[in-house]
């Protein structure tokens, strides 16, 4: 998921980056209006960060493009004091505002909460997978993996345990428990040797799924 961040402050910019990539997004980042612009129409952006005081011209007439071009959520940056700018903002139609100085923290639960909103779908980062629970989908360095619903699943019960070793009877029991529907197939380790075909896992150094012998799986929660 991709944010655009038009911020001339190179500081706070370099900060809102670091916090927002921490949580899984892709961060690009302009430092002026033009940029920003440009950066948009170049690449798929789900939402941006805007500063309303731009050197080379507002921010208020970047938002009026994008919003013009696009229904894409923008969260506006505004000084303290600004509240004329603020009402300008809403009426030509941002999404939410954060007031300088800001926690950055803040401003990663105001993007999920905007982001949320809209119907975009929450995702998981785990290593340099992004998995998409509502969608049933896994992405590994941007490209989808196919899995089937229920190699989908299964990947999610070993992933929500990460701490603990699964057996076969565990990972088809805690299915049935969690999404509602009777599995018939238990053929698990068919299941395990297709999505680690899928994800390129290799079974005798692996970065995703541990066989833990005579027991069953586990995640690998450590970088490999």
């Known amino acids: 998921m991709k944010i655009l961040v038009i911020e001339d402050d190179k ?83 941002a999404d939410d505002y954060i007031t300088k100085p800001f926690s950055f923290k803040e401003l990663v639960l105001r993007v999920k909460a905007v982001l949320k909103r809209y ?21 590994k360095n941007k490209e989808e993996i196919k899995l089937s619903s229920l190699e989908f699943k299964i990947f999610m019960v070993l992933l929500k ?29 068919v299941h395990i040797t297709n999505i680690r075909k899928k994800l390129n896992d290799d079974p005798k150094n692996p970065k995703y799924i541990e066989t833990v012998r005579g027991i069953g799986y586990r995640i690998v929660d450590h970088e490999n």
């Open 11 to 93: 500081k706070i910019s370099d900060l809102v980056k670091l916090y927002l990539e921490k949580e899984g997004y892709e961060i690009i980042v302009a430092y002026n209006a033009n940029d920003g612009i440009k950066n948009f129409y170049e690449n798929d952006i789900n939402l941006i960060v805007l500063d309303l005081m731009l050197p080379d011209f507002s921010g208020i007439k970047v938002l009026q493009e994008i919003k013009k071009e696009r229904d894409i959520p923008i969260i506006i940056i505004t000084a303290k004091g600004e509240e004329d700018d603020k009402i300008l903002g809403f009426k030509k139609g």
């Open 119 to 139: 119907g975009e779908s929450e995702f998981i980062k785990f290593k340099d997978l992004e998995i998409y629970p509502e969608k049933l989908k896994i992405f």
């Open 161 to 189: 345990n990460s701490n603990k070793v699964l057996s076969r009877d565990d990972i088809l029991d805690s299915i049935y428990g969690f999404y509602g529907e009777p599995v018939i197939d238990r053929s698990v380790d």
